[in-house]
């Protein structure tokens, strides 16, 4: 990439502008950051390029037989990694899967999911999923076409997306005006708390009076996330339940389960279970894991996640699959807090990431970078071979983007909550 070479103008650029910006920086300021948010600005800065060489890419190694055979602990650009056996559902055949034993629980599968279905996970994302009903970052400002957004925008003739601010009926709508953006702590659920936190207030997000009617090009790099089955409310950090159930799709279904059922768990976690685990146990997740709530991501290139922990889901340990498409990523994962120095990983377009057990589960993490120009060549092939549309536009669209499908289990395989608020 340009910015690594000294002589490019990007290179140059990106020089030229962290002069400017630290110039009057105290050294101070450097040593009060913690051990995460160092290592997201290491890996954010432009200049000077960060070093890739402690990232753990597993998609790029190559193995010899002695290291396949044996399934002891190895290291791979300086970070301990486990090769697990096959689990007692699944051929051998699947694919690789590794642990990291300094994240119990977190277990990654390089290129899980085949070239085919990454394409056909980018048109489900964009085509099918980011549309009513299905929640997005844009409806709280914007009246989305009721094709959905991306339809719109390949459409020959697409209309212009008018803002909520400027129709009449959303003045009867209550919102609640808290002033500037606070960072939540909510939380934990919990089968215990469930039912209290349907009385929790979740008011719908205030539109933007300062956005004005804009074109779906315009808009389509601005979508940034779709909610998978139950509502996720940013504004509380809960899911919205009253909202009811939304669809999980079911080659996204199968996909997690599949992922979920080839992972060895019984070498994840041993014999013996950790603090932290309550009715839940991951001896039986060939049978009770049911995604039910999730979120695709919709990343540009200069996107960042910043460092995070996800806890309102009931089932607490239960596995979070992460699956990524497109341009690769540098995600960080750490502890329980952000005193904990993170291990950085890429995750190429392909892999999964699963997070699970109550110690991986509760860790921060976040992704400070999309690498530029990662892009697998398989998203460059003209399609139309496979009777679908022109895949052109997906082609452009993912140049410079990241698609990430996020699914969880929310509740108990079975478990039918009661949605009554008591008045």
């Not at 009060?32 to 948010?37: N, S, V």
């Not at 650009?77 to 300094?102: D, H, Q, Y």
């Not at 212009?160 to 400027?166: G, N, S």
């Not at 990430?404 to 108990?412: A, K, T």
Request: proline letters at 8%; glycine letters at 6%.
């Amino acid at each position: 990439m340009d910015i690594y070479d000294p002589s490019s103008t990007a290179y140059k650029k990106a020089k030229r502008q962290y002069l400017k910006t630290t110039k009057n920086r105290g050294k101070d300021l450097d040593a009060e950051w913690t051990p995460f948010r160092a290592a997201e600005k290491k890996y954010k800065a432009r200049f000077p390029p960060p070093d890739l060489s402690h990232v753990l890419d597993l998609t790029s190694m190559t193995w010899d037989a002695e290291t396949l055979a044996s399934g002891n602990s190895f290291y791979c650009n300086g970070v301990e990694i486990k090769l697990l056996g096959p689990s007692e559902s699944t051929s051998s055949c699947v694919g690789k899967a590794f642990t990291v034993p300094r994240i119990p629980g977190l277990v990654i599968l390089p290129s899980f999911v085949s070239p085919h279905d990454q394409r056909q996970l980018v048109r489900w994302a964009l085509r099918d999923h980011a549309r009513h009903p299905n929640e997005t970052n844009l409806d709280a400002h914007y009246i989305l076409p009721d094709e959905g957004l991306w339809n719109a925008h390949v459409s020959s003739d697409p209309p212009l997306v008018r803002t909520r601010a400027c129709i009449p009926e959303s003045s009867h709508t209550k919102y609640e005006y808290s002033g500037p953006r606070q960072l939540i702590s909510n939380t934990p659920a919990d089968p215990a708390n469930f039912q209290s936190m349907l009385h929790l207030s979740k008011p719908p997000a205030v539109p933007s009076p300062t956005v004005s009617p804009a074109s779906p090009t315009a808009l389509i790099s601005k979508l940034r996330w779709a909610n998978i089955g139950w509502s996720y409310h940013w504004g509380s950090k809960q899911y919205d339940f009253t909202k009811g159930k939304g669809r999980i799709d079911n080659d996204i279904g199968a996909i997690c389960k599949r992922a979920v059922c080839s992972v060895n768990w019984e070498e994840v976690f041993g014999q013996t279970d950790e603090e932290g685990w309550g009715d839940e146990n991951w001896r039986t997740w060939h049978e009770t894991y049911e995604p039910d709530a999730g979120i695709v991501n919709y990343y540009q290139i200069k996107d960042t996640l910043m460092a995070h922990v996800d806890r309102s889901e009931v089932c607490a340990t239960s596995p979070l699959v992460s699956i990524s498409l497109g341009n690769a990523v540098i995600f960080l994962i750490g502890g329980l807090t952000r005193d904990v120095e993170p291990t950085a990983i890429l995750l190429r377009s392909g892999d999964v990431a699963i997070m699970s057990g109550p110690a991986c589960r509760r860790a921060y993490h976040g992704v400070p970078r999309i690498l530029e120009d990662t892009l697998p060549n398989h998203f460059f092939l003209n399609l139309d071979d496979e009777g679908c549309s022109s895949w052109t536009p997906y082609e452009l669209y993912m140049r410079t983007s990241r698609v990430n499908i996020n699914v969880r289990q929310v509740f108990p395989k079975g478990f039918v909550p009661n949605l009554q608020v008591e008045k």
